[in-house]
């Protein structure tokens, strides 16, 4: 499982290295598609990744506003404020913690596992960062690799 964060976490700093290239009307124009634009879809993935592990780790949900970070900069300290939050979590998971339920206050009638919840944050960067993928390629731009192999990740 934690292998699977590192990845996602080093794909997505190519991604904000890669956004800091980009003028800023590029980095926020609307697209069809996903949460409509790079800027957006790079919160949502942070967002949806913290609020989730801090409800994991018993913690409030902070819900920054897309209105603070409005730059490819400010979103990226956002990033790696949050990425602590999410790896002091994964640094404590256990197998027993797998089945463990829970709900969240978003969703007060939904029961969730642990395990149900961890690889649904995974997943979910994946499928944006897919998305940010093809809207990389249409302005003409070669995206950053979504491959694992060669991350060394291995050990």
């Known amino acids: 499982m934690i292998k699977l964060f590192q990845y996602n976490w080093m794909v997505r700093e190519e991604w904000f290295e ?54 490819v900069e ?14 002091s979590f994964a640094a404590k998971w256990t197998s027993e913690m797998e089945l463990k339920s829970f709900s969240v206050p978003w969703e007060p009638d939904e029961t969730h596992t642990y395990g149900e919840v961890i690889r649904h944050v995974i997943a979910h960067e994946i499928h944006h960062i897919g998305q940010i993928s093809v809207w990389a ?17 291995n050990t």
């Not at 800023?24 to 609307?30: D, F, G, L, N, V």
């Not at 400010?74 to 790896?87: A, F, G, I, N, T």
């Not at 390629?137 to 990740?153: C, D, H, M, T, Y």
């Open 74 to 87: 400010r979103l990226h300290s956002l990033s790696k404020h949050y990425r602590s939050d999410v790896e």
């Open 18 to 71: 890669w956004c800091m290239q980009l003028p800023h009307e590029e980095y926020i124009r609307e697209r069809v598609g996903g949460v409509r634009s790079f800027h957006r879809t790079l919160f949502h993935i942070i967002d949806v990744e913290s609020s989730w592990i801090r409800a994991l780790d018993g913690k409030p949900d902070e819900m920054p506003s897309l209105e603070q970070y409005d730059t």
């Open 137 to 153: 390629q249409e302005i003409g731009s070669k995206p950053v690799s979504a491959n694992f192999i060669g991350r060394g990740l």
